[in-house]
C-alpha cells in the first residue's frame, strides 16, 4: 500500500511565523503536489513537483513557497503566515507519466491566530 | 483547460435508497475522470477512475459512474445508500497522461436512519 505521510494533524501558528508543513511518501513516486482544502472551494493545487529540485506553481502558490530536496519528501513553507492560510492542508503523491491516481496523506489543519 | 462542476453542494438520502451525485466536466483534451471520498477528519480516497476503457465504471464500496461524453458528464451512483456512506464527495478530471488535477467544490452526501 502506498503510504503518504504528513508530518502533523493539527498545528496553531501565529500572524508573521515561518510554517513548514513535511510530507513523505514511500512508494518511489515522482510526483508530489500540496493542496489547500477550504469549504465549498474544493482543493486547490498549491504548488506540485515533478522531480527532486524540480517545482512548478499551482493555481495558488501566492505566500507559499516549496522545497524537495530529496524524492520522498515535499515540504510547503508559508514564508510569514497570516491569517486567510487557515486551512487543511493535504499532500499527494504518483508514479510518473501516465500513473494519475494521487494517493493523498490525512491532511494538516493549520491555524493561524 | 478543465474544469469540474458538481451539481449539488448537499444531497440527502434515507438509508436503503439510491444515491445520485452529479459531475459534468469541461476538457479540452480527452479527460481522466475520478471520485474521491472524504469521510469526516480522514483523507481523501479513490472511489473509481475512467481513464479510456468501458465507460461505464465500477469502484469500491457498490458506487458506479458512467462517462457520457455526449453529456460531458460523469455522475455517480448507488443503488442502495448505507449509513456509512455520508461523507463528501469530490469530482475530478484531469488530462489523460498528466498528473495535474482539477477538483471539483464537493458534495456532501448525508444518509438518515
Known amino acids: 500500500d502506498v503510504k503518504v505521510t504528513q508530518s502533523s494533524r493539527y498545528l496553531v501558528k501565529r500572524t508573521g511565523e515561518k510554517v513548514f508543513l513535511e510530507c513523505v511518501q514511500d512508494?518511489?513516486?515522482?510526483?508530489m503536489f500540496w493542496y489547500r482544502q477550504d469549504p465549498g472551494l474544493g482543493l486547490r493545487l498549491i504548488y506540485f513537483?515533478?522531480?527532486?529540485?524540480?517545482?512548478e506553481k499551482g493555481d495558488i502558490p501566492e505566500g507559499y513557497s516549496v522545497s524537495r530536496e530529496k524524492k520522498e519528501r515535499f515540504s510547503l513553507i508559508l514564508e510569514s503566515a497570516s491569517t486567510n492560510q487557515t486551512s487543511m492542508y493535504l499532500c499527494?503523491?504518483?508514479?510518473?507519466?501516465?500513473?494519475?491516481?494521487?494517493?493523498f496523506g490525512p491532511g494538516t489543519r493549520l491555524l493561524v491566530l | 483547460a478543465q474544469s469540474v462542476t458538481q451539481l449539488d453542494s448537499h444531497v440527502s438520502v434515507s438509508e436503503g435508497t439510491p444515491v445520485l451525485l452529479r459531475c459534468n466536466y469541461s476538457?479540452?483534451?480527452?479527460?481522466?475522470l475520478f471520485w474521491y471520498v472524504q469521510h469526516p477528519n480522514k483523507g481523501l480516497q479513490l472511489l473509481l477512475k475512467?481513464?479510456?476503457?468501458?465507460?461505464l465504471v465500477k469502484g469500491i464500496n457498490g458506487f458506479e459512474a458512467e462517462f457520457k461524453k455526449s453529456e460531458t458528464s460523469f455522475h455517480l451512483t448507488k443503488p442502495s445508500a448505507h449509513m456509512s456512506d455520508a461523507a463528501e464527495y469530490f469530482c475530478?478530471?484531469?488530462?489523460?497522461?498528466?498528473?495535474?488535477?482539477?477538483f471539483g467544490k464537493g458534495t456532501m452526501l448525508l444518509v438518515s436512519p
Open positions: 499527494a503523491s504518483t508514479p510518473g507519466a501516465g500513473g494519475e491516481t494521487q494517493y
Open positions: 512508494m518511489d513516486h515522482e510526483n
Open positions: 513537483s515533478y522531480d527532486v529540485k524540480m517545482k
Open positions: 476538457s479540452s483534451y480527452s479527460p481522466s
Open positions: 475512467y481513464t479510456s476503457a468501458a465507460t
Open positions: 475530478v478530471v484531469s488530462v489523460r497522461g498528466y498528473s495535474t488535477l482539477t
